[in-house]
């Protein structure tokens, strides 16, 4: 198989994951036969010193000319430390994902069995744990109108759906679950909110032409809590944007940390694949930063992107591999890792790419 892939790295721990990810997927390439070949293009901080915008044009062609985006993370402290600054890098992502139509983020809570002991909860809640998320990703508050009145001392954001995005990410989810467990639950706050009730209205529409698929109706606060309490009980969760960003946060503590969670982001078109976690600058630079979410993105983009289904498992398996032999990244060690397993970005990728 021959594909282009455009590598994106972005900010801070992004350069360095994604270095990562990229030589998971060479190494696939050479043991599979296919045919890879790659650019690299900029977004985020990087972006706007090199060229004024966090998303260049140049940026944007050659995106819808790849056939997937592996992509690591935007954000930078100074721009955390001034919010009256008027170009962001997360406009950058935010455009990204209007232009190229990526309305459906996919974000698989998968639970390692090595990796029990690294998250707060009891491992006898989390064992057996495995959610896929389906985060809206185009709309809602982020999207609405915002600005300031009152002299400024008033701010609004407006949180907006229609119809048909809504649609849209419901099918995606309800033909997800009919490859897996056969259950939606639907995550709103259709007791408060105008868009929450639409949400609603809608993904029971749909879920009339999906009668062996389970639908339930959660409020938000209430599938937080739950995800603490039963995460087992979860198979799909469809979900708006705020909610989305929110609820997935969280269950990266199912996983043990956000270094381990991959996600997709994916529309009609060039499909994007990235780690959850931010550019992290309070690391970055010092070789601490877990890859293994930018590894197993690559796994996705290979698996829905690409239709390789065994390269992308040939990934996973090497992933549990490498943690059943006890290595670990800082973020996932415990009391009782030996100081010489807990491995480097580098090195513990090493160790994945020997597994492969």
């Known amino acids: 198989m021959k ?4 590598v994106v790295p972005g900010d801070g721990i992004g350069q360095e994951v994604t270095a990562v990810g990229k030589k998971v997927v060479e190494k696939i390439a050479e043991k599979f036969g296919h045919e890879f070949t790659y650019d690299e293009a900029l977004i985020g901080h990087v972006a706007i010193e090199a060229t004024g915008s966090p998303l260049p044009e140049e940026t944007l062609v050659k995106m819808r000319a790849s056939d997937a985006v592996l992509f690591g993370a935007v954000g930078h402290p100074k721009y955390d430390n001034d919010p009256t600054a008027k170009v962001r890098p997360e406009q950058g992502l935010l455009k990204m994902r209007k232009e190229l139509g990526l309305y459906a983020n996919l974000r698989p809570i998968k639970l390692f069995d090595e990796l029990l002991g690294a998250s707060s909860i009891k491992p006898e809640i989390l064992k057996g744990s495995d959610i896929l998320f389906f985060r809206e990703l185009t709309g809602d508050i982020y999207f609405g109108e915002k600005g300031r009145k009152n002299d400024g001392d008033t701010a609004y954001d407006i949180a907006e759906y229609s119809r048909y995005e809504v649609e849209r990410i419901a099918r995606k989810a309800f033909d997800a679950a009919m490859t897996r467990g056969k259950k939606v639950m639907s995550v709103d706050k259709a007791n408060v909110l105008e868009t929450s009730r639409l949400w609603r209205e809608t993904v029971q529409k749909v879920a009339k032409e999906y009668p062996e698929v389970t639908v339930e109706h959660q409020f938000v606060d209430s599938a937080a809590m739950l995800l603490i309490k039963n995460p087992r009980q979860f198979d799909v969760v469809v ?9 997935t946060d969280e269950a990266s503590q199912i996983a043990g940390s956000m270094g381990m969670l991959a996600s997709a982001s994916i529309g009609d078109s060039t499909g994007v694949y990235e780690p959850i976690h931010g550019s992290a600058h309070d690391i970055t630079g010092k070789g601490l ?10 796994a996705l983009m290979l698996d829905i992107s690409f239709g390789l289904k065994a390269e992308s498992e040939a990934i996973i398996s090497a992933v549990e591999q490498t943690l059943k032999a006890g290595f670990r990244t800082g973020d996932i060690a415990d009391a009782s890792t030996p100081k010489d397993m807990i491995l480097g970005t580098d090195a513990i990728g090493e160790e994945i790419l020997k597994r492969i």
């Open 3 to 6: 594909k282009h892939i455009l």
């Open 239 to 247: 979900t708006a944007n705020l909610f989305g960003d929110i609820l």
């Open 289 to 298: 930063a877990n890859p293994m979410a930018s590894i197993l993105s690559a």
